[in-house]
């Protein structure tokens, strides 16, 4: 059983930048590729961005692609998203998850979540 606990939420101004960070423990972390999923208010959960197990590869959904950069570091069983040019749709709930897979964009392939951290961007 994974347990993940997201951290560095907050509230910024558009423009910002902001780093949120996960940490897992209570299993190997090198064998679940690792995604960021985010929840605005009254929309459904919506993928941000994946990392395979080695950290080698990313996939990003379109809206973040130039401004969100995922990274993992395997020996402290973290994972990073570092959020540049922050825009007020950005407002979410986020999400760290872990899949079993090499890595996945699909909200059904990922089977443990943190409890995510709040990002809020003021105009």
């Known amino acids: 059983q994974v347990q993940l606990v997201e951290s560095g939420g907050g509230l910024v101004q558009t423009g910002d930048s902001l780093r949120v960070s996960c940490v897992a423990s209570?299993?190997?972390?090198?064998?679940?590729?690792m995604g960021w999923f985010r929840q605005a208010p009254g929309k459904k959960r919506e993928f941000v961005v994946a990392?395979?197990?080695?950290?080698?590869?990313?996939y990003y959904a379109n809206f973040v692609k130039g401004r969100f950069t995922i990274s993992r570091d395997n020996a402290k069983n973290s994972v990073y998203l570092q959020m540049n040019n922050l825009k007020p749709e950005d407002t979410a709930v986020y999400y760290c998850?872990?899949?079993?897979?090499?890595?996945?964009?699909?909200?059904?392939?990922?089977?443990?979540w943190g409890q995510g951290t709040q990002v809020t961007v003021s105009s």
């Open positions: 998850a872990a899949t079993p897979r090499d890595w996945s964009t699909s909200f059904s392939d990922y089977a443990y």
């Open positions: 209570g299993g190997t972390f090198s064998i679940y590729g």
């Open positions: 990392i395979s197990r080695s950290g080698t590869s990313t």
